[in-house]
């Protein structure tokens, strides 16, 4: 079946590293995804990255996919205050749909 | 200018009303999605629409219809409004429907049933 999996929180202080983590289960998945939800608002594409990278980095962005473990991470450096929001992962399965996790809400501690 | 466009932002109604939500992309993609955020956060796709065709139809009560009049939109009729229908819903587009593919997406319609 399609599942991706997320924990529900993550808080950090600011400055620090925020590594959010995210499992799923369709080996197919071509492409793996991050978006963002700030409170209110709409989805917004932050990155992706192709099944046959093992590494993605963009700015403050890094992205890391284990294959084998299908097992998918967004490591934001130096979280600042506007980083606060919703964090899904999403996958795009066999069948062509994206399947979002549950998403994790970072809180930013000053 | 906005790529893919939801009306209205918020509504609110009675329960058994019967309301639309529109969206249009200007972005000239072939596919469009209806998703549901939950109270909880959860989104699920509802529908997909490839040239106006129905491509993707996930369980869902046939109180909801959506309608393509072009490709550049795709409008969600729901009727008989129920209480559990209260969610955000959220419009997509991408290019041709394709898994490697991103969607882009609208900024949501927050649907309150009273």
């Known amino acids: 079946g399609e599942d991706v999996e997320q924990s529900l929180f993550l808080s950090v202080r600011e400055g620090d590293s925020s590594v959010i983590n995210c499992t799923y289960t369709?080996?197919?998945?071509?492409?793996l995804y991050w978006y963002k939800q700030e409170p209110g608002a709409g989805l917004q594409l932050l990155t992706y990255?192709?099944?046959?990278?093992d590494m993605k980095q963009d700015q403050r962005l890094t992205v890391l996919l284990n294959k084998k473990d299908k097992h998918l991470s967004l490591r934001i450096a130096d979280t600042q205050t506007g980083d606060s929001a919703i964090y899904f992962c999403a996958e795009c399965s066999s069948a062509s749909k994206i399947i979002f996790g549950s998403g994790t809400r970072l809180s930013i501690r000053p | 200018d906005t790529a893919v466009s939801q009306t209205p932002k918020y509504l609110v109604t009675q329960m058994g009303n019967d309301k639309s939500i529109k969206c249009e992309q200007n972005l000239g993609h072939d596919t469009m999605y209806w998703y549901k955020q939950d109270s909880k956060k959860f989104l699920k796709i509802m529908f997909s629409y490839n040239n106006k065709e129905l491509i993707i139809n996930e369980t869902v009560p046939n109180r909801f219809s959506p309608k393509s009049p072009d490709k550049a939109h795709l409008n969600l009729h729901i009727n008989s409004l129920e209480l559990g229908d209260s969610a955000v819903y959220f419009c997509a587009s991408s290019p041709s429907g394709g898994n490697q593919e991103t969607q882009y997406f609208g900024p949501g319609t927050r649907l309150l049933v009273l």
């Open positions: 990255i192709f099944s046959n990278m």
């Open positions: 369709d080996s197919s998945s071509t492409y």
